[in-house]
């Protein structure tokens, strides 16, 4: 039995506000792999919840009038994976949570659990970030629509007004028109392990393929909350596809990130590692566009 | 909890329709342990990593442990015991775990056996490494991770080659 004071259970998006305005010191429970689990720590013993896991109407991934791709919040990660327009144009997201725990948690994980919890450790997260997602929410006030990086205020903590749902994550079609990219997770084990390191690149290169039109780089535990790396951005467009390229956008990555000392590791192995893999995944996107690097 | 919470929970479990009052609070363990005697399903870690208590629900398999009894509302369960023929025969992946000692101490067994079944169900050929990794929600203390891998293999091979064969 789990230590809960009382379940409310939601079978719409409106009756879920409606519950959340009359129990305002409920929380939410999507698939609850974050809650079910702290609730056992003993962190959300004696929690009211309202769940929203019933709400079918929040699933899956579609295709909208102006080409922005729409992940509904319950969406599970391994039916983002599985999606073909996920697979056509941003398969590294598919990618990304296909990294996430093992098969069972993929199958009970939420997207939007993910972005939620506010952890800069989430796989999904530094990928949202690079792909400049759209962060849709519905409250009692109505829609209203943030791009990600202002969703996240810090650690553990995003921007949900009281009685607010996250109803979708969307891509705009400016955001991944013409981009590829590739995402690294670093971690201890191969599976059932949280990132030391997570960082998403991608790329959109000019159309004789010889030049990076765009670069954007986002990072998952280089800081409190998952983040850009924008000196890096900036410095890589218009840049020639070479090693030296290759070799300064790694390096002015140092410009923005901040990771700090953990357990998992120190603040000098992840400042080591943010290059590396930044270097890797940037090679990977260029490839993956159709670039050939050169000496 | 000042009151406590029932909703009635209706559901198929290993191909039967069933009904039962749940307690909100308890996980899908609780229910098919305790309402439904189905003991394959096993309490490990009771916060999901690792897998002895993984079940099928609609196709796709869960850690009964962080999945809450009142959402099996309206799903298609099944665990270990479905597995079983009408006179008690073991399935062949249960026979192939036995003919490779992939058995051990048998704590982490019937959750290793629900996650092979949904992958011969798919029946897809997978590499030994893709198999390791649609294996690696399930942890074995008695760490037998080969022979578990080596029944697995066997009974995907065997199953492709008769379907080849049909
Ligand atoms: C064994 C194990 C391994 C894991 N491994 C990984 C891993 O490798 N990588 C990783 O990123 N995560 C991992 N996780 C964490 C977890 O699975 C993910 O964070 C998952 O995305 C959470 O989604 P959920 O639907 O289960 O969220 P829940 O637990 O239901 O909710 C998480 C938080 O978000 C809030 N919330 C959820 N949905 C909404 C919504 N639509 N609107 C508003 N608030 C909402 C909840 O109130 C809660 O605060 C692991 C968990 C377990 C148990
Ligand atoms: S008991 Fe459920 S995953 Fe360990
Ligand atoms: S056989 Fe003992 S835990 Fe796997």
């Not at chain 1, 079978?11 to 009359?22: N, P, Y």
């Not at chain 1, 084990?189 to 780089?217: F, P, Q, Y």
């Not at chain 2, 942890?139 to 008769?162: H, Q």
Request: proline share 3%; with cysteine; aromatic share 6%.
């Amino acid at each position: 039995m789990y230590d809960m004071k009382a379940l409310y259970e939601a079978e719409s998006v409106s009756e879920a506000i409606q519950l959340l305005q009359e129990h305002p010191e409920a929380q939410i429970i999507a698939g609850g792999s974050d809650v079910l689990v702290q609730m056992r720590e003993g962190k959300r013993a004696g929690a009211e919840l309202v769940s929203i896991y019933m709400i079918d109407a929040l699933r899956g991934i579609t295709m909208e009038d102006d080409g922005t791709i729409r992940i509904g919040s319950l969406t599970s990660f391994s039916h983002i994976t599985k999606d073909p327009i996920i697979q056509k144009y941003i398969n590294v997201l598919g990618e990304a949570v296909d990294m996430v725990g093992g098969p069972q948690i993929r199958n009970i994980g939420t997207i939007g659990g993910n972005t939620c919890n506010g952890v800069t450790s989430a796989d999904s997260a530094s990928t949202l970030h690079a792909w400049d997602a759209i962060v849709e929410l519905t409250g009692p006030e109505g829609v209203r629509r943030t791009p990600i990086k202002d969703f996240y205020i810090r650690a553990g903590k995003v921007d949900l007004k009281p009685a607010e749902i996250e109803t979708a994550i969307l891509i705009p079609k400016a955001a991944y028109e013409g981009y590829h990219g590739h995402y690294i997770k670093y971690a201890m084990r191969n599976a059932m392990d949280i990132a030391t390191l997570g960082c998403s690149v991608n790329v959109k290169l000019t159309e004789n393929k010889e030049r990076i039109e765009d670069a954007r780089i986002a990072y998952g535990v280089a800081g409190p909350v998952p983040m850009r790396a924008p000196h890096a951005e900036e410095y890589a467009r218009g840049k020639a596809l070479t090693e030296e390229t290759i070799d300064i956008f790694s390096k002015s990555v140092l410009e923005d990130i901040n990771p700090r000392d953990s357990w998992r590791a120190s603040k000098a192995f992840r400042e080591h590692i943010s290059q590396v893999l930044a270097g890797r995944a940037l090679r990977e996107s260029i490839r993956l566009a159709g670039g050939e690097i050169h000496g | 909890m000042a009151d406590k919470q029932y909703k009635l929970v209706t559901c198929t479990i290993n191909g039967v329709r069933r009904q039962t009052m749940v307690d909100v609070r308890a996980s899908l363990t609780d229910m098919l342990r305790n309402d439904y005697q189905l003991t394959s399903v096993k309490k490990g870690c009771e916060v999901g990593e690792c897998g002895a208590c993984n079940v099928i629900i609609d196709g796709e398999c869960y850690n009964s442990c962080i999945y809450l009894a009142v959402w099996a509302e309206g799903k298609n369960i099944r665990t270990l015991e479905s597995l079983m023929g009408p006179s008690g025969e073991l399935s062949d992946i249960q026979q192939a775990f036995i003919d490779e000692t992939a058995v051990q101490c048998g704590f982490c067994t019937p959750g290793f056996i629900m996650s092979a079944v949904e992958i011969l169900e798919s029946g897809k050929e997978y590499s030994r490494d893709e198999l390791r990794k649609l294996l690696s929600g399930h942890l074995c203390r008695c760490t037998g991770y080969e022979n578990i891998l080596n029944a697995v293999e066997k009974t995907m091979k065997k199953r492709l080659a008769m379907n080849h064969e049909v």
